[in-house]
């Protein structure tokens, strides 16, 4: 039993899958040392300089060169500084990696793994902040994780180099101090698309993911005490989502709250809701708890006040069980 | 007050740096032919356009026929390209056969790509032709990367971006030389200098009207040849793969040509002058490549059997693509995520 960091285990997944595929390699600013997460921390030394390619600033060029590589027979790694520049290559993103997938995938497989940390931690202001899967759920035949314990990166990580699709693999960096019980075995994947209901309960379905997975957990077990059941579902994988396991849960509870991190216009919560009102042959009541429709301030205080919370979610929670319709829940700092 | 047009000129020492290597007379004899057919497919794209007839996608490359085709004809098959949306040239030359441009043109089943890319996406992995990207400039990165699977792979294989005014301008071409030539990588872009970028000229587009010389800077051979000449496009490009194949890393290598058609079928072309248009039509390159192996005592009959088969070719290609099924999701069913 090893007990790893986060940060610990992304980098053995990448040594261990660098080790059994010849053709795994990882791109990226500063990786030569230890890159913009801490990850890499050693690779360079174990691997060398053609495994483990430290690339100039430049964006458009090493995502594009993935590409390339991709399509002579290798599995690239690209690590993007922080995942709000997924931005600057989002052509590269939605517009290359997939559609060349589509357009030839009689020719055989697109392994680009994209992986970024994202999200807020206190006070990095507006452009390191983001989580920024409701930016890349909407493009067609991009695969886009977000796990949330240091376990589901692993097995995610190493699903996602497996894959032959292309990746957006995003990692909050509240997550990266987290630790846990690294997987002894050299093959864990944890198959993508694929939920997990991390705890069960009867009155409310709660969905949350990465970071939020934490707070969902910590608004259920204080909700017990009022007696209020709460079952949370981490779907792991934003897209393709594991919309059947969230129906079934909400067949179950009639109740639905989708707890998320971003602004709440656009979110990945909206196409959950949709679909469980069109899908879900029962009355229920769904409601979505998010940041609200703002920018992150640079000020870590500021940035409390704007961030969805267990409190939050509890208020939610509460009103929920009780009403026939709410409206979603955000927090108001002008209060 | 538009001055009046001038031929663009060549700086004859830049120019002497490449004149050195030999295109014997069958090669010239072979290029001459994938010419005429690249001709002939614009010209039948041309005149059924004139009946009605939509053909989705198709951007002319009369002008440039010896731009494109000299310049694969060094390759070998397992050496890569990546091609420019304007002419099949590129594509007929490495080995493309002209009935699946033809049936990808028209979204027919048979094609390359199942009516998913069209001619736009032209896929062939086996004869070095990854396929295209579909916003203009990703190819540098991609050729970059392809590259950098060859030096990784310990293989010789060598790499020709083709890119024209519109991707040139993008600044990923900055940031994949620089990685081009930091790693040595044995990759060649070739600038299609064709005056045009659809109605913007060349020069109100790069200083001096040069879409190669910015690179200079790099301390890489930057070299601009006569693309219209099959001998200087030969040469230069020759040189530049050899250089590449050797482990001396990348360069940037500019063919002056003209776009003699429109942009694309809806264009009328209306900003081009036809003093421009017919001094270029002067300089056709294939009427110069045919004067030129008439000069190596080629018999004209054979040169004239040359042209006569690219005709035939073309009709029989398209007679078969008109009679050949549309291409469905079903049989596009692999390709579908």
């Known amino acids: ?79 993007i500084y922080s995942a709000d520049f997924a931005l600057i290559v989002a052509n590269e ?18 392994p680009v793994t994209i992986r970024g940390w994202m999200g807020a931690s206190g006070g990095l202001g507006p ?84 970071h939020m997975r934490h707070v ?20 792991k994988t934003i897209k393709p989502m594991d919309y059947s396991l969230i129906a079934a849960s909400v067949e179950k509870t009639g109740r639905l709250i989708v707890i998320e991190e971003s602004p709440l216009t ?68 002008f209060l | 007050m538009e001055e009046k047009y001038q031929m663009p000129g060549f700086s004859k020492e830049l120019q002497e740096q490449f004149d050195s290597i030999y295109l014997d007379t069958d090669g010239y004899k072979k290029i001459f032919q994938i010419m005429n057919l690249s001709r002939a497919f614009d010209r039948e794209c041309n005149r059924i356009l004139k009946q009605g007839k939509m053909v989705p996608h198709f951007h002319s490359g009369i002008g440039q026929e010896a731009l494109m085709v000299a310049s694969v004809f060094p390759l070998r098959t397992t050496d890569q390209i990546i091609y420019t949306h304007r002419g099949y040239g590129h594509l007929l030359a490495k080995g493309v056969s002209i009935l699946e441009i033809v049936l990808d043109t028209f979204m ?25 990207e579909g916003v203009f400039g990703t190819r540098f990165g991609i050729a970059a990367g392809i590259a950098l699977a060859a030096q990784l792979n310990n293989s010789d294989q060598v790499t020709l971006c083709f890119y024209g005014e519109a991707a040139g301008a993008r600044g990923i071409l900055y940031e994949s030389l620089n990685m081009a030539v930091l790693w040595k990588l044995p990759v060649v872009f070739i600038a299609e200098n064709n005056g045009w970028s659809f109605s913007s000229k060349t020069k109100w587009l790069f200083p001096q009207s040069r879409m190669s010389r910015v690179w200079r800077g790099f301390d890489i051979p930057v070299v601009e040849f006569d693309g219209n000449d099959v ?74 059997q040359i042209v006569d088969l690219a005709f035939n070719q073309v009709c029989d290609a398209f007679e078969i693509a008109e009679n050949s099924p549309e291409a469905t999701w079903n049989d596009s069913k692999l390709a579908v995520i």
């Open chain 2, 231 to 304: 001998e200087a496009t030969y040469s230069a490009v020759s040189q530049a793969i050899n250089l590449a194949r050797e482990g001396n890393g990348p360069s940037v290598i500019e063919g002056i040509t003209y776009r003699v058609d429109p942009h694309i079928w809806y264009d009328d072309a209306h900003y081009q002058s036809n003093d421009e248009i017919s001094l270029w039509e002067s300089r056709d390159p294939i009427e110069i490549a045919r004067q030129k192996l008439i000069e190596r005592s080629v018999d004209p009959v054979t040169l004239d």
């Open chain 1, 216 to 235: 969902a957990l910590e608004a259920a077990q204080n909700l017990e005490n009022e007696s209020i059941s709460v079952e949370v579902i981490d779907p």
């Open chain 1, 127 to 210: 452009e390191h902040s983001q989580c920024m899967e409701a930016y890349f759920h909407h493009a067609p035949g991009l695969t886009v994780i977000a796990p949330g314990t240091m376990t589901d990166m692993a097995g995610l990580l190493r699903s996602a180099i497996r894959s032959s699709d292309p990746v957006l693999f995003l990692e909050h960096r509240r997550i990266y101090e987290m630790s846990g019980v690294y997987p002894a075995n050299a093959d864990y994947c944890i198959e993508i698309g694929c939920g997990e209901i991390i705890r069960d309960g009867i009155d409310i379905t709660m969905v949350a993911w990465s």
């Open chain 1, 93 to 110: 993103i939605i517009n290359d990696f997939p559609k060349w997938r589509q357009q030839q995938r009689h020719y055989g497989p697109l």
């Open chain 1, 266 to 333: 656009g979110s990945i919560g909206g196409e959950i809701v949709a679909r469980m009102v069109e899908g879900v042959d029962r009355g229920m009541v769904a409601t979505r708890v998010a940041m609200p429709d703002m920018i992150h301030p640079y000020s870590a205080s500021m940035e409390k006040q704007i961030l969805p919370d267990s409190d939050l979610v509890i208020k939610a929670s509460k009103k929920l069980i009780n009403s026939r319709a709410i409206g979603a829940i955000t927090k108001n700092p």
């Open chain 2, 108 to 132: 027919k089943a048979g094609g390359t790509n199942y009516g998913l890319g069209g001619n736009m996406h032209v896929t062939r992995p086996d004869l070095g032709i990854p396929g295209r």
């Open chain 1, 1 to 79: 039993m090893t007990t790893l960091t986060t940060r610990e285990a992304i980098g053995l997944v990448l040594a261990e899958e660098m080790t059994r595929d010849p053709k795994v390699v990882y791109l990226g600013e500063t990786i030569r040392d230890i890159g913009a997460t801490g990850a890499s921390r050693g690779l360079f030394d174990q691997f060398g300089p053609a495994r483990i390619i430290e690339t100039p600033v430049s964006e458009n060029g090493f995502f594009g060169a993935a590409l390339g590589l991709a399509l002579s027979g290798f599995s690239p790694v690209i690590e």
